[in-house]
T-cell receptor, first 115, second 111 residues
Framework: DTAVSQTPKYLVTQMGNDKSIKCEQN?????MYWYKQDSKKFLKIMFS???????INETVPNRFSPKSPDKAHLNLHINSLELGDSAVYFC??????????????FGPGTRLLVL | DAKTTQPTSMDCAEGRAANLPCNHS???????VYWYRQIHSQGPQYIIH???NNETNEMASLIITEDRKSSTLILPHATLRDTAVYYC????????????FGTGTRLKVLA
């Protein structure tokens, strides 16, 4: 069974379009994250949700909007796609154990190419 | 900025132990040290974590210095499939538990 899954795996689209990436985890975790890995391979946190509540919101353009319909899902919607949005987007999840390690488990990534 | 520094790259002969160092001199008392690796462009894979004691699991061992300012990940018998970028991360409730990835160490296991 896949622990953290993302769809689609690949996404090729035109500038200006709106697209969504979906993430689901079956680990029973309460906290989910979105990361972006750019062409230089830097991995950066974008957002984090705990039990459907936004807890981390890094400096990300307003065109990016995460949505968590329930604690097992965290989707990423991107409006007005730009060339610079081309990257690999990773979803992750963890347990929100207070004072204990929050090991994150990552999905396989969604490769977004904006033309 | 990442709170860790790692060498950019390392080579290791197949079958030998790979020792990957990490400096985290500004680590806080409640922050854990985590190690992940990324093979090609797959999702980062969890390896091991620790607070202050040394840890071992089926994948690797983690040695943390007494002052907690540095650590070493040990892959006891490296194989070609261990070729990857290895990331050392410190994280705890002082930073909302978020991970800040550095550039990692690119480990190449040589046949």
């Amino acid at each position: 069974d896949t622990a953290v899954s993302q769809t689609p795996k690949y996404l090729v689209t035109q500038m200006g379009n709106d697209k969504s990436i979906k993430c689901e985890q079956n680990l029973g975790h309460d906290t989910m994250y979105w990361y972006k890995q750019d062409s230089k391979k830097f991995l950066k946190i974008m957002f984090s949700y705990n039990n459907k509540e936004l807890i981390i919101n890094e400096t990300v353009p307003n065109r990016f909007s995460p949505k968590s319909p329930d604690k097992a899902h965290l989707n990423l919607h991107i409006n007005s796609l730009e060339l610079g949005d081309s990257a690999v987007y990773f979803c992750a999840s963890s347990l929100p154990s207070l004072g204990r390690p929050r090991t994150q488990y990552f999905g396989p990534g969604t490769r977004l190419l904006v033309l | 900025d990442a709170k860790t520094t790692q060498p950019t790259s390392m080579d290791c002969a197949e079958g030998r132990a790979a020792n990957l160092p990490c400096n985290h001199s500004t680590i806080s008392g409640n922050e854990y040290v985590y190690w992940y690796r990324q093979i090609h462009s797959q999702g980062p894979q969890y390896i091991i974590h620790g607070l202050k004691n040394n840890e071992t699991n089926e994948m690797a061992s983690l040695i943390i210095t007494e002052d907690r300012k540095s650590s070493t990940l040990i892959l006891p018998h490296a194989t070609l499939r261990d070729t990857a970028v290895y990331y050392c991360i410190v994280s705890g409730d002082s930073g909302t538990y978020k991970y800040i990835f550095g550039t990692g160490t690119r480990l190449k296991v040589l046949a």
